[in-house]
């Protein structure tokens, strides 16, 4: 299922990433890129005042879109109209915390998750692999690798 998302109303539930900071669409694009690399979910994340506008080729890339608002338009207009227009709205997840938005998806059939619950998930740690045997391996086995490593080297 493909999200669509809501940059700057994510970006106002992420507890480490301000608004007025310069940089927070790059931080949130970066965290956005490094999520549809971990689940391999495709997303289109949209927000306020661009310049030029409009799908930014120099920041999609893979399986991250990047879209601003152009003058005289909103992240959420563009956003409701990308549900209107979705071939298929109940394949869509809607990442937005705006009422309007949320409206429009639930409409049209699509699953909206708040910005809250999404910014939460986006935010915590990647699960760590864990070691496949807690002490490592024996010098047994280390004897027997060493022996087929040792063979191919023939």
Known sequence: MPLLIDGHNLIGQMPDLQLTDPDDEMKLISRLRAYCARSRKRATVVFDSGLPGGRSPQLSRGELEVVFASAGR??????????????????????????????????????????????????????????????????????????????DEK
């Open 74 to 151: 909103t992240a959420d207009g563009i956003l409701k109209e990308r549900i209107q227009h979705s071939r298929d709205p109940r394949g869509l997840i809607v990442i937005s915390s705006d009422r309007d938005v949320a409206r429009a998806a639930r409409r049209r059939g699509a699953r909206v998750e708040p910005s809250g619950a999404f910014a939460a998930r986006l935010s915590a740690r990647p699960e760590s692999r864990q070691p496949l045997k807690p002490g490592g391996l024996s010098p047994d086995e280390i004897d027997e690798w060493l022996k087929i490593f040792k063979r």
